[in-house]
């Protein structure tokens, strides 16, 4: 039973960095693609970025919305049993709660970031970028 732990959100000024941890319990993630996505108050989830299941040498392929472009890098430590989130260069609209998810194990282990394609979801940590 895989449970997700996203941690490290808070309250940041424009321009300021910060890091997200996704951290597995229950099983691993090294099988998982695993996407981060966000919501901002009154609109939609969106894709920010996505990583794939694990490879051989534990890396897996990263994929990018374009507001995360140049600016945020997704990662995975499997010795940690973690997926991250760096973000800099932060600006207003990246104000939103940041959610980590993974798909059905064996159903998607490309770099998928639709929203519809995952199953299980954090809690969410709150990112706020504000002078």
């Known amino acids: 039973q895989l449970q997700l732990v996203e941690s490290g959100g808070g309250l940041v000024q424009p321009g300021g960095s910060l890091t997200l941890s996704c951290a597995g319990s229950?099983?691993?993630?090294?099988?998982?693609?695993v996407g981060w996505f966000r919501r901002a108050p009154g609109k939609e989830r969106e894709e920010v970025a996505c990583?794939?299941?694990?490879?051989?040498?534990?890396?897996?392929?990263?994929n990018y919305a374009d507001s995360a472009k140049g600016r945020f890098t997704i990662s995975r430590d499997n010795a940690k049993n973690t997926v991250y989130l760096q973000m800099n260069s932060l600006k207003p609209e990246d104000t939103a709660v940041y959610y980590c998810a993974v798909p059905e194990l064996g159903t998607v282990v490309a770099a998928i970031c639709s929203v519809g394609a995952y199953d299980y979801w954090g809690q969410g940590t709150q990112v706020t970028v504000s002078s």
């Open positions: 229950g099983d691993t993630l090294d099988y998982y693609a």
């Open positions: 990583i794939s299941s694990s490879d051989n040498t534990g890396h897996g392929t990263p």
